[in-house]
């Protein structure tokens, strides 16, 4: 017995028409009629009908509920009703598990009509709904992407540690365990393995959990997420990293393209400009109509100025860069010239930002500076000035959060629905 | 100004000869003669040869120390005694950071002449080390192989949480945290959400770290590794899961034989045999010498069992099945017609246990009966057991830790050696 996907039933037609197929699946969805059930059947590649007239199979079909598990034979006719041209005729069911429970939510319906707590309360069910599982295919499509383009350019893949000693690039909130008897804590990013890493293979990137023990409770922000980390050496400033920004986003939107999920969705696919738009951070204050002395951009203005954006360049993109030395990290590299400012860069996708990036600090004596500016102590870093002390080309990189990329591209109004599992302040399961 | 790869030299001289170069790099060694310097470059892409005859230029090397990053711009001609037939002569040297300072290892020696512990100690530095970047590579090409063929198998990428409940598969040997006021633990495997997605997409991968607490203080034990996690549904039994390792495998390995680092290493890459031999536990205990009541396959059994293996077989895997019942997780599915013994296999690989994988049980009765039967309490897995009611493929998967494999392909004494920045219940830091 070889079995077929439902997606591919027509290819099959094609080529031996009446073919006997078997076809393995949940029973996504009855409808009895008078003398006919039909059975929506569901695989991972997508639907196929099968009608029933047999009394004794429709009799059988009574005690399947929807989302049971079957296995169906049968022969394939072509039907210009039917999706995808072609169903199935005199079924025989087998059952490859117990029969389904009715669902809390009904998964059969085009829509999944449950309210977001509900939904990730029961999320290993309400994944199954096409619309939700053509959610996360977007996401996989992104990573894929991701990892291909910086394949091809030359990056190699890294693995870093999660738990790590003190030494993390902020010491606020932080998750903290006990290791063995000493307190450890749970990365926030792979920012300084990253950059040591940089020092063997030139370029690297990471595609992990980052945790952040943030106790904000905002559509945005989740206490662990997906991040795609790139960092890589031999740059002349901030605006390399930018470059391979723009390609490597360029990638993730071609790979989400080939997906059929694009169509399912029926999601616009944003162009991403061959030269993102820029624009100084003082200058995207003043476009924010915010004062000249604020340190950082508002959720507010980040929306604005991607209506700004759009509207002036036609762009879902705008990168703002030289944001403020005293609102970045102690690795940053200042702006040549006027060191108020930094050569660092947040990218905003439809006036949210999506993308953290910069160049780094790469001599010794200005790490040492750095930190002790800050009141921060050399000696909590004791690996990673050692790599800046032997030896580290000017250097830098970007970090994109997974889940904030897909909840923008699908334009919904939560980053949970983006996340398989979210973990936030009150949620730890599932 | 282009810059040329050092690697690519040769075929930059074979459409340009005499062409001027520009590269970028960092000074890997200076041998210095009476009226020559010899600089060996290295960058991501291996070495170039260049030749300081200048006097001037001789002086200036004389303050770059090994590991210092500089662009060298010269002109390329042939010398059969360079490596790859052509070296860079009349160079100007760039430095592009400080000084590098004299490193705590020399890494321009063939061998790295430390034992682990510096070699840990340095990691940041270490890993810079020729040799020690192609373990690396044998490593980030595993992880790619395993990708491109799954996603080929029409499997999807997932990500799931890292931070969880009480609901563990094994509540012993789990690292504690803090979460807003509850106590949370780090995920010692994707175990249940695989199985749970596997109920969404049918087929499902992830690689990730995975966190074990357990106080182990040997060399094939780290306290976070990288599992390569697969599972999906419509199996017969984990005779069909044996059947996805082997080819995911025997994919990993076409990957790795494409890289130098294979070259540069020196490694045999093993044969994955079209077959992969199984026999069954009570047999694998006969085979090792073993009582027939031991419940467990001790290290020395593995190591006497890869021998027999490789002699009769010719095999360097071998997967023995049929695991006892009462030493695998509740979830495993039991062996039909005998549930004394499992579903469930150990793939043991020149003569270590590289993974575990079986079938699960997958009907919601099967669970409640086997959660009481060990005393468990049904109630721990709520999503877990909401999925299996709702209709669930009978399932099975597989997870291959990625040091242990890269250790025993490079047939090295200590996992450490395959592992960027180890943790153990010692080392917590770089």
């Given at each position: 017995m070889t079995r077929s996907l439902c997606a591919s039933l027509a290819a099959v037609y094609d080529t031996a028409p009446e073919a006997r197929v078997t076809l393995e699946g949940w029973i996504h969805r009855r409808r009895q009629l008078a003398t006919v059930v039909f059975v929506v059947l569901r695989d991972r590649s997508g639907f196929a009908q099968v009608v029933v007239t047999e009394p004794a199979v429709r009799e059988q079909i009574v005690g399947l509920p929807e989302e049971t598990v079957v296995r169906v034979t049968g022969r394939l006719v072509a039907d210009a009703k039917a999706p995808g041209g072609v169903e199935v005729v005199e079924p025989e069911f087998v059952t490859l598990g117990a029969p389904a429970l009715p669902t809390p939510v009904e998964l059969w319906r085009p829509t999944l009509g449950a309210t977001l707590p509900t939904v990730l309360d029961h999320a290993a069910l309400t994944w199954r709904h096409p619309a939700r599982q053509a959610v996360w295919k977007i996401a996989a499509a992104s990573l894929s992407g991701f990892r291909r383009h910086l394949d091809e350019a030359g990056f190699t893949e890294v693995a870093t540690p999660k738990i790590v000693d003190g030494s993390t690039e902020s010491g606020a909130n932080v998750f903290a365990l006990d290791y063995f008897g000493t307190t450890a804590y749970l990365a926030q990013s792979p920012q300084l393995y990253k950059q040591m890493l940089t020092g063997v293979f030139e370029r690297v990137y990471e595609v992990g959990p980052v945790f952040r023990a943030e106790p904000h409770d905002t559509t945005r922000h989740l206490n662990q997420y997906t991040s795609l980390d790139a960092e890589f050496g031999f740059i002349d400033s901030h605006r390399d990293v930018l470059a391979v920004l723009r390609d490597t986003l360029a990638a993730m939107v071609e790979s989400i393209r080939s997906t059929a999920a694009v169509t399912a969705l029926g999601i616009e696919l944003p162009e991403v400009p061959q030269h993102i738009p820029v624009i100084h951070f003082a200058e995207a204050l003043d476009i924010a109509g915010a004062a000249p002395d604020e340190p950082?951009?508002?959720?507010?203005?980040?929306?604005?100025?991607?209506?700004?954006?759009?509207?002036?360049?036609?762009?879902?993109?705008?990168a703002v860069e030289g944001y403020p030395a005293a609102k970045r990290p102690f690795y940053t590299h200042p702006q040549p010239g006027d060191p108020r400012w930094t050569n660092s860069f947040d990218l905003l996708f439809r006036g949210l930002e999506l993308v953290t990036g910069g160049q780094r600090l790469h001599n010794h004596a200005d790490y040492l500076a750095a930190l002790t500016a800050r009141g921060d102590d050399p000696d909590r870093y004791p690996a990673y000035l050692e790599a800046m002390r032997h030896g580290m080309p000017p250097h830098g990189g970007f970090a994109i959060g997974l889940e904030r990329w897909v909840s923008r591209l699908l334009e919904v109004d939560n980053v949970r629905w983006a996340t398989l599992f979210p973990r936030d302040t009150h949620r730890l399961r599932p």
């Open positions: 950082d951009l508002a959720p507010e203005h980040e929306r604005l100025l991607g209506k700004w954006a759009l509207e002036r360049f036609g762009s879902d993109f705008l």
